[in-house]
Nanobody, 128 residues
């Protein structure tokens, strides 16, 4: 059974940094991708970054590119999201999601329906 657990959210001032972690278990090989989604109150859940564990292909949406970095760790089932230069509009509930059938593409935003496994999420709140 695949399980994903996020951690690392919290309250941070605008301009600050946070690192989110996603612990993935139950995948039997590196042939899967992890995506990061976020959902602000009253808005749809939206994907903004992903990584393929097999070849480390990554994607960033325009609104986070240059500020956020996704990486896999050691052990490889850990995926991290380093978030720098945080803005008030980054306030949201952040989710990691996993898929065996959808690789991460460098130029395609991850979509909710492409990912089969989801964590409970972690809250990130920016104070101005």
């Amino acid at each position: 059974e695949v399980q994903l657990v996020e951690s690392g959210g919290g309250l941070v001032q605008a301009g600050g940094s946070l690192r989110l972690s996603c612990a993935a278990s139950g995948f039997t090989s590196d042939d899967y991708s992890i995506a990061w989604f976020r959902q602000a109150p009253g808005k749809d859940r939206e994907g903004f970054s992903c990584i393929s564990l097999s070849d480390s292909t990554t994607y960033y949406a325009p609104d986070v590119k240059g500020r956020f970095t996704v990486s896999s760790g050691n052990p490889k089932n850990m995926v991290y999201l380093q978030m720098n230069s945080l803005k008030p509009e980054d306030t949201a509930h952040y989710f990691c999601a996993g898929s065996r059938r959808t690789p991460c593409s460098t130029n395609l935003r991850p979509l909710v329906y492409e990912y089969d496994y989801w964590g409970q999420g972690t809250q990130v709140t920016l104070s101005s």
